[in-house]
């Protein structure tokens, strides 16, 4: 019953491989989005898909790839992996605050996150 | 541009004793306000959330923050921190949304609290 689930959870690979991190989730959200966790700890977006149709995409160098198949799916897939791309992934999503939407709504109103996939490059 | 600011990247503090967790935003903009909590090796969880109405928001385990517009602040609060409270904080800002998709979360760099025995 998990609400939002990425897999792998850890991976460890080599320069130069390719890669995919998948997620997954269950609450009828219409917006995913992928973070990424530095090694310092800061969040920043990297894409968001909105019902399948890329809204973000932040100066996120080309190898990385978002595919989403349909609105309850985010993958991303990473070409030529460098060793600063080790970091954790974090994916998410969340829900639109439309105007047909009554009031009360917004208590549940927020982005819910993925465990994470802790990504090594060695 | 919004951007969140956490001056403090480490807060330590004796158990049972008060705490808080500064948070500063810019935006030009309205926006909604959240508080994640991250455990050791694991992922975000919302811990409290600012969207409108009472300024002054609470969380079940003891936690509270309280929008401040005129300060563009949004602090946590704990009058007692226990040893599991130790984690790492952030503090993130939404743009207000009227309709359509939901904006991105635009994080502070985190505040460690460091609870000790």
């Known amino acids: 019953d998990t609400a939002v689930s990425q897999t792998p959870k850890y991976l460890v690979t080599q320069m130069g491989n390719d890669k995919s991190i998948k997620c997954e989730q269950n609450?009828?959200?219409?917006?995913m989005y992928w973070y990424k966790q530095d090694s310092k700890k800061f969040l920043k977006i990297m894409f968001s898909?909105?019902?399948?149709?890329?809204?973000i995409n932040e100066t996120v160098p080309n190898r990385f790839s978002p595919k989403s198949p349909d609105k309850a799916h985010l993958n991303l897939h990473i070409n030529s992996l460098e060793l600063g791309d080790s970091a954790v992934y974090f994916c998410?999503?969340?829900?639109?605050?439309?105007?047909?939407?009554?009031?009360?709504?917004?208590?549940?109103?927020?982005?819910?996150f993925g465990s994470g996939t802790r990504l090594t490059v060695v | 541009a919004q951007s969140v600011t956490q001056l403090d990247s480490q807060v330590p503090v004796f158990e049972e004793a008060p705490v808080e967790l500064r948070c500063n935003y810019s935006?030009?903009?309205?926006?909604?306000l959240f508080w994640y909590v991250q455990y050791p090796n694991q992922g975000l969880q919302l811990l409290l959330k600012?969207?409108?109405?009472?300024?002054l928001v609470e969380s079940i385990n003891g936690f509270e923050a309280e929008f401040n517009k005129s300060q563009t602040s949004f602090h946590l609060r704990k009058p007692s921190v226990h040893i599991s409270d130790t984690a790492e904080y952030f503090c993130?800002?939404?743009?207000?949304?009227?309709?359509?998709?939901?904006?991105?979360?635009?994080f502070g760099t985190g505040t460690l609290l460091a609870v000790q025995p």
């Open positions: 998410a999503s969340s829900q639109g605050l439309g105007p047909e939407l009554p009031t009360s709504y917004t208590f549940n109103y927020g982005y819910t």
């Open positions: 993130a800002v939404s743009l207000r949304n009227y309709g359509g998709a939901t904006n991105k979360l635009i």
């Open positions: 935006s030009s903009v309205s926006v909604y």
């Open positions: 609450l009828g959200h219409d917006t």
């Open positions: 898909y909105n019902n399948k149709e890329l809204i």
């Open positions: 600012y969207l409108s109405g009472s300024t």
